[in-house]
Nanobody, 119 residues
Framework: QVRLVESGGGLVQPGGSLRLSCAAS????????MGWYRQAPGKQRELVAQ???????TYADSAKGRFTISRDNAKNTVYLQMNSLKPEDTADFYC?????????????WGPGTQVTVSS
C-alpha cells in the first residue's frame, strides 16, 4: 500500500505561484511514476504532469512553460511548482503514484488539495 498526502493548495491571485507537495509513505519501492491530476468543477479529471522513475516528464499543454514537476527522493516527495496561475487553473489537484507489482501497475491516489485562483 502507498499512502499519499498532498499539501500546498490554497487561494492565490492570478499571476501568482503555488507549490504543491505530495509526500509518499508505505510500500514506496518500485514506484514507476508519480504525478498530478486536477479536476475543475463540472469537468473531468485531467493529467497535469507526470515524472517517471527514470526522470521523464510529461505535461498537459495547459501546464507547459508554467508548471514544473520535481521530486526529492530523500523526502519521498513530489512537487508541482505552478507559476503564472490563471483562474482556469482553479481545481482540486490530486497526486498519484504508480507502483509496479510484477506485471501489474497499481495506481494510488491522495485525497486532493484545492487550488483557487481568483482576485
Amino acid at each position: 500500500q502507498v499512502r499519499l498526502v498532498e499539501s500546498g493548495g490554497g487561494l492565490v491571485q492570478p499571476g501568482g505561484s503555488l507549490r504543491l507537495s505530495c509526500a509518499a509513505s508505505g510500500s514506496i519501492f518500485n514506484l514507476h511514476a508519480m504525478g498530478w491530476y486536477r479536476q475543475a468543477p463540472g469537468k473531468q479529471r485531467e493529467l497535469v504532469a507526470q515524472l517517471t522513475s527514470g526522470g521523464l516528464t510529461t505535461y498537459a499543454d495547459s501546464a507547459k512553460g508554467r508548471f514544473t514537476i520535481s521530486r526529492d527522493n530523500a523526502k519521498n516527495t513530489v512537487y508541482l511548482q505552478m507559476n503564472s496561475l490563471k483562474p482556469e487553473d482553479t481545481a482540486d489537484f490530486y497526486c498519484y503514484a504508480d507502483r509496479a507489482s510484477g506485471n501489474i501497475i497499481n495506481r494510488y491516489w491522495g485525497p486532493g488539495t484545492q487550488v483557487t485562483v481568483s482576485s
